[in-house]
């Protein structure tokens, strides 16, 4: 199986490719010693194989079923919760190969579909950061004559009001939550459990999104990005009561493959709002791009996740358009249709 380079996006390495399988439900599954070629057992079944050749995993999809698997791993993650065993997956001149057991198995899974969609965004959380005795990053500035004191605990309260509105309308079929609706205090253990306890309520995946404005010891300094956690993070996503994490011996493993997909999503999921404020207000703002740290509610939220920094309070000219509700609704514009995009994109084998 040969793979395409890296692609370069903004300052961000992708790795990981699509392959869209241009031969649905024709043609023969290729054998090479023993082993099913997992790109021809992809065109054979339709389906569609997003792979990471860095790390050695990858994501198969047909209908409404997903299956994630990696290289040197004999279990694979169905739908994001069920293991299933289909023997060792290798890599052997040049190709990533499975078992004849095991392909037969993921032909049973992607072919045996559901009846109604399986791999949905069950709700998106809005964390409003700061708020409070937290007012978060605070800037004075002279304008019109007058001083001005910013909290950044406002500014990202009143964008995030106005997304989570935009996100209702758009998805009534979602729950859309705001970990606050006002000016309170909240632990960012407290943000974390939120987003955790919604993705057990639902049994569905969630995504978190923290809003925040930004602040310098530079004056100069402005501009809007995104971050995501550093690929190279390890976490626990596996949720506690799922039949994955019943068996020690599993349980990592299947933590791995889970925890690439939630990287992937992130990644994504940062790489498209960035775009969408690029496209909305690229021309009044800077675009700072995506970027890696580990960020407490990130790195806790055991979903895909990202923090947004709309601005920099700290910068007089930023500030003017930061105290604009115009210009924040513009911003809530940008992050809902970013959104709905990384949305369709995660669902759209249920409409295949």
């Known amino acids: 199986m040969a793979f395409a380079g890296p692609?370069?996006?903004g300052r961000r390495l992708f790795a990981a490719i699509l392959i869209q399988a241009a031969i649905a439900g024709s043609g023969t599954t290729a054998a090479v010693a023993d082993g099913v070629d997992l790109l021809?057992?992809?065109?054979?079944?339709?389906?569609?194989?997003?792979?990471?050749?860095?790390?050695?995993?990858?994501?198969?999809?047909?209908?409404?079923?997903?299956v994630a698997l990696r290289v040197g791993t004999p279990w694979v993650l169905v739908d994001g919760s069920e293991p299933l065993f289909v023997g060792d997956v290798v890599r052997r001149a040049g190709a990533v190969e499975i078992p004849a057991m095991g392909a037969d198995e993921l032909r049973r899974v992607l072919q045996e579909g559901t009846g109604h969609p399986v791999h949905r965004i069950g709700a998106i959380l809005i964390d409003p950061g700061h708020g409070g005795k937290d007012p978060g990053a605070v800037a004075n500035h002279v304008?019109?004559?007058?001083?001005?004191?910013?909290?950044?605990?406002?500014?990202?309260?009143?964008t995030s009001i106005v997304l989570h509105r935009l996100l209702r309308e758009g998805f009534p079929d979602k729950r859309v939550v705001l970990s606050r609706t006002d000016?309170?205090?909240?632990?960012?253990?407290?943000r974390t459990l939120l987003a955790n306890n919604l993705l057990n309520e639902t049994g569905a995946p969630v995504i978190f999104i923290s809003i925040h404005a930004?602040?310098?010891?530079?004056?100069?300094?402005?501009?809007?990005?995104?971050?995501?956690?550093?690929?190279?993070?390890?976490?626990?996503?596996?949720l506690p009561d799922s039949s994955a994490a019943k068996s020690r011996e599993l349980a990592p493993i299947l933590n791995s493959v889970q925890e690439e997909e939630f990287t992937r999503d992130s990644q994504l999921l940062a790489h498209t709002i960035i775009d969408h404020?690029?496209?909305r207000v690229g021309d009044r703002s800077i675009n700072r791009g995506v970027h890696e740290e580990s960020w407490f509610v990130v790195r806790n939220a055991k979903m895909p996740a990202v923090l947004v920094e709309l601005g920099f309070a700290t910068n007089k000219r930023?500030?003017?358009?930061?105290?604009?509700?115009?210009?924040?609704?513009?911003?809530?514009?940008?992050i809902y249709s970013a959104v709905a995009a990384f949305v369709t994109t995660y669902e759209e084998s249920d409409s295949r």
């Open 277 to 279: 404020f690029q496209h």
């Open 7 to 9: 692609l370069r996006r």
């Open 318 to 334: 930023e500030a003017k358009l930061l105290l604009d509700p115009d210009y924040l609704r513009t911003l809530a514009e940008a």
């Open 214 to 238: 930004n602040a310098s010891l530079s004056k100069v300094a402005r501009g809007f990005e995104v971050w995501h956690l550093p690929e190279n993070h390890r976490r626990d996503v596996i």
């Open 183 to 190: 000016d309170r205090y909240l632990t960012l253990e407290e």
């Open 40 to 66: 021809q057992l992809a065109e054979e079944l339709g389906a569609v194989l997003e792979w990471n050749p860095v790390r050695q995993l990858g994501v198969l999809a047909a209908g409404n079923r997903r």
């Open 143 to 158: 304008m019109d004559g007058r001083e001005v004191t910013m909290l950044e605990k406002d500014i990202v309260l009143e």
